[in-house]
């Protein structure tokens, strides 16, 4: 399926209820103007462009089956240059249950060879299928003879027995769309929970339609029966007046969803609309009813064989747990000794899941698990220790941001802890260096959801209390050549030390030395040591000794350079005029330089930055700028925080503008002088 609704669901909500829809176009066939085409017309940097898409979602009924839901889409793609090549591949998400879900396709390639122009059908060996975990499955292909200025065609219809499983409605995508032309017919039996998320503004019409569904269904008669003599089976066929609900939208023109740094998953910012089911309500018959509250959620999560159940397994690590607890620990030494028993005695298979595969105790045994055989153990170690543990859905960034009571809505689990004062204790044991309250990136995702024992549940923040930090105090001399020699320390807390270890712990020291290197805009590092790599109590530290040629500069007889070296920033990362979805940093953080620059004999200075202090609004950032001179030294101190996670597009005009003059003020020049 596509992906999942957003955040910030109402920041531009451009949803109408009117019975005027706009006017579908017909598809002509593709002509050799199209093919000849360089560049699409209202942005010539896209590499590809969706000239025209049509999806249609119905459900038929069928007494002996019951209700199948249909999604046919119809998609031509322009191809420009070989960047847009990954355009004419599709990737279609099925589910997998009882009946797993089907598709049908065809498709075909249209290039213009010796001008004229040539089709190329998709071949059904080039249509492959991967079970991508136990609930989905992926169908894939890709286009063949593929040339630049191409235009792919397929169509695709998926067949699912599962009737609450409408995909997504995407308006944008990360090319430009020409035109778009959806529509969703929803039987009245069915209650859905419309979900807009428009970060680009698109209408989607509202209406109702009369419909007239022919039932038919099959009785054997029944040999007991006076006069039965046989067991015959007679076919029935009734019709019935039913109403279904309309949803449609015709867009023109939707421009491409562009991306900047600091984007969280791009996807959770597409225009796009979702529908959720809330219930079913047959006529004469009991509704059913499906996540309607967390408490629907919570119940009915516990009483998975795949996750509640697995809670109350303890009987294979009961004589492990015993020989490393001590019965005069406290609560606190419990939790970190439970926590790095799970570490230990289970390792990640890199496996995102809610619930177990192979069960908590088959993943204790073998030593190796999914996340969910990883941190249910570790609650139900917390519970069998008397600490108030609970299991977290989480959403992960790769998969969303549910808004509403959802179980489906997450793809992942946690372990947390409710103390007595009211703090809770975030954990996550697939993480070798993860720490209580530090969390992997991928976890960082808005808002998780406890589910407690006896049913209830909470809406848990996500994102860290605490700064991440990065420390770096640095000494150097400028010789009368130029040349910059030192040395430096660094300092690493929280998720910039968990990220630093993942990424660099095992790295041999020849290429971290190259990898830092080229971090540092190009020094040479003659001397590397690293510190407490391994040791999660303790920040992380690296410690270098190196040169530059390029970081100071003659002209005449001055000498120029830049007061932090080759700490300073360089390039904005946000470029946009306008961006409509948040920036997300992931945590708070704050980078401290203090830095102490000797220069060389027979030089003054004769000029410098000048102190200076800035900060967004409502505390959400902060630099400030102090150099000194001290005899023949200069010693400066550059801090920058951000002190909020998420920044709200409202802000991302200020949040350019505070980036812009922190790089203005981290280029200015010193300049020395001969005495």
């Known amino acids: ?299 009915g999560i516990n009483k998975s064989q795949s996750f509640g159940s697995q809670l109350a397994k303890t009987k294979h690590y009961v004589d492990d747990l015993t020989s490393i607890i001590d019965e005069n620990d406290t609560s606190n030494e419990k939790i970190i000794k439970a926590f790095q028993f799970v570490k230990n005695k289970i390792k990640w298979n890199g496996n995102q899941n809610k619930y177990t595969v192979d069960g908590v105790q088959k993943a204790y045994e073998n030593g190796v698990g999914n996340a969910a055989e990883i941190n249910l153990s570790l609650v139900s170690i917390l519970r069998y220790l008397n600490i108030n543990s609970s299991p977290i859905l989480v959403s992960t960034r790769g998969n969303g941001v549910p808004l509403f009571p959802t179980s489906q809505g997450y793809n992942y689990v946690i372990a947390g802890i409710e103390m007595d004062n009211g703090e809770l204790i975030l954990l996550d044991a697939t993480e070798k260096y993860s720490a209580p309250n530090v969390l992997p990136l991928r976890v960082l995702n808005w808002q998780g959801q406890i589910i407690r024992k006896d049913g209830t549940s909470n809406s848990v923040n996500l994102f860290p209390k605490k700064s991440s930090t990065k420390s770096i105090f640095l000494n150097a001399k400028i010789d009368d050549q130029a040349l910059i020699t030192g040395s430096s320390r660094a300092m690493y807390t929280n998720l910039i030390a968990l990220n630093y270890r993942n990424n660099y712990n095992g790295v041999s020291k020849e290429d971290l030395i190259g990898i830092l290197e080229k971090e540092n805009q190009n020094i040479e590092i003659s001397g590397l040591r690293v510190s407490n790599e391994n040791n999660i109590g303790k920040s992380l530290m690296h410690m270098l000794a190196f040169e530059s040629e390029s970081h100071a500069e003659i002209i005449g007889s001055k000498i120029y350079f830049s007061p932090l070296l080759f700490l300073s920033k360089k390039e904005n990362p946000f470029k946009l005029e306008k961006r409509t979805y948040p920036v997300d940093f992931g945590a708070p953080f704050e980078e401290k330089y203090t830095i102490s620059i000797n220069i060389p004999d027979g030089y003054s200075i004769e000029s410098k930055p000048e102190n200076e202090a800035f900060a967004l609004p409502d505390d959400m950032g902060l630099y400030k700028f102090v150099a000194i001179l001290n005899n023949n030294k200069l010693q400066v101190l550059s801090t920058f925080q951000i002190n909020t996670a998420i920044i709200s597009p409202n802000d991302y005009g200020l949040l350019k503008d505070f980036y812009k003059k922190i790089i203005n003020k981290q280029l200015e020049k010193v300049v020395l002088s001969k005495i």
Do not use: C
């Open 1 to 299: 399926m596509e992906n999942k609704i957003a955040p910030f669901l109402l920041f531009a909500l451009f949803f109408s209820t009117h019975l005027i829809f706009s006017q579908s176009i017909k598809l002509n066939k593709v002509s050799k103007e199209e093919l000849q085409e360089k560049y699409y017309p209202l942005d010539s940097s896209a590499n590809a462009a969706i000239v025209y898409k049509k999806r249609r979602t119905y459900y038929d009924y069928n007494g002996d089956t019951g209700w199948t839901l249909f999604t046919k889409v119809k998609e031509r793609i322009k191809i420009y240059n070989k960047e847009g090549y990954d355009w004419a591949t599709k990737r279609i998400n099925l589910y997998r249950g009882g009946v797993d879900e089907k598709v049908s396709i065809k498709g075909t390639t249209y290039s213009l060879i010796n001008n004229k122009v040539e089709k190329s059908k998709l071949k059904s060996s080039a249509i492959f299928n991967e079970n991508l975990n136990e609930n989905w499955s992926q169908t894939k292909f890709t286009m063949p003879n593929l040339t630049e200025g191409s235009i792919v065609e397929w169509e695709y219809t998926i067949r699912s027995t599962y009737y609450g499983n409408i995909d997504v409605i995407t308006f944008q995508h990360k090319i430009p769309v020409k035109y778009i032309d959806a529509e969703i017919k929803i039987p009245e039996f069915f209650q859905f929970k419309y979900i807009p998320n428009y970060f680009y503004p698109v209408t989607v019409n509202e209406s109702k339609n009369a419909r007239t569904l022919n039932f038919t269904y099959r009785t054997k008669k029944d040999l007991n029966a006076p006069g039965g003599v046989g067991g015959k089976t007679s076919t029935y066929n009734t019709d019935i007046d039913i109403f279904e609900r309309v949803y449609a939208s015709v867009e023109k023109n939707i421009p491409a969803l562009q991306e900047e740094p600091y984007t969280n998953n791009i996807d959770n910012y597409r225009s796009q609309v979702a529908f959720e089911l809330m219930a079913y309500r047959p006529k004469n018959d009991t509704p059913k009813f499906f996540n309607s509250s967390w408490t629907d959620v919570s119940i």
